[in-house]
């Protein structure tokens, strides 16, 4: 007897969908009502698998010190908080992070992510360090995790701007999530940061589709519903990894 599961997602035969800012708002918004998919339950998800990709990235066998060092730089809204649930979760997989979180909000759901670092003795920086500080290996990695899709440039304010002119300088090894900071989500990039890694949530934004460097996706836990209504045409996910290579 042939034994079939409820959902089966077929390989893509159409090419992979990249999103316009509007569409990655309006599957975010059904997930949450439609689906019922908490907002914390979201973000720990993407937290957990934009952790899974820096160790696929920047694995600790490639490291002379057993744990490497990763300066997590947070933004006030949803992607920085990604940016906390993914220290955390890095702090288990044996490395080292450090958080800049310049700007908090009294959103609770985040503050309650932020004590969650601090109980694990993850420390937080009240200021950034200079290009030069970064450059002479105080960090292995940077992980930009400031605006993502929530800032069509990113650079209207301060603290902001200056932390963009200071990530254009080092050249140490950077890993945005989901966009990189100073780029537009529906555009290629201008001026912004340059990052080696990407990690794309849910899938990826228009933005990506010239980007050079390794590109990861995190979306295997979206709904196959969800897959075939927008169209995205997801590759399939190796084993039982929750994110892929594209």
């Known amino acids: 007897m042939n034994h079939t599961t409820a959902e089966q997602v077929p390989e893509p035969t159409e090419p992979l969908k990249y999103l316009s800012k509007k569409e990655a708002a309006v599957i975010e918004k ?8 908490g907002h914390q339950q979201l973000i720990e998800i993407w937290g957990h698998a934009c952790a ?3 160790t696929k990235a920047f694995p600790l066998s490639a490291f002379s010190k ?8 947070c933004g006030p809204e949803q992607n920085g908080s990604v940016g906390l649930v993914c220290a955390r ?3 288990i997989f044996e490395y080292e992070p450090t958080i ?10 985040y503050q309650d992510f932020t004590t969650q670092c ?4 993850i420390p937080f920086l009240s200021y950034l360090p200079t290009e030069v500080q970064l450059i002479n ?8 995790a400031i605006l993502g899709t929530e800032s069509d440039h990113g650079e209207e304010q301060e603290p902001f701007t200056s932390i963009l002119t200071t990530l254009k300088q080092v050249k140490i090894p950077m890993a945005s999530v989901d966009v990189p900071s100073g780029w537009d989500a529906d555009k290629a990039n201008a001026d912004g940061i340059t990052p080696e890694v990407l990690i794309s949530l849910n899938a990826p934004k228009k933005c990506a589709k010239g980007f050079s460097g390794k590109h ?7 709904p196959y519903d969800i897959q075939k209504k927008f169209d995205l045409n997801l590759p399939e996910f190796p084993g039982t990894d929750s994110l892929v290579e594209l």
């Open 30 to 37: 059904e997930l949450l009502n439609e689906y019922r998919f």
């Open 52 to 54: 899974h990709a820096i």
């Open 66 to 73: 057993k744990q490497p060092t990763v300066l997590v730089i």
């Open 89 to 91: 979760h890095l702090r």
């Open 100 to 109: 800049f979180y310049p700007k908090r909000t009294q959103n609770t759901m």
């Open 118 to 121: 601090e109980k694990m003795d």
């Open 137 to 144: 290996d105080a960090y292995n990695i940077v992980i930009d």
């Open 216 to 222: 990861f996706l995190a979306g295997r836990f979206l």
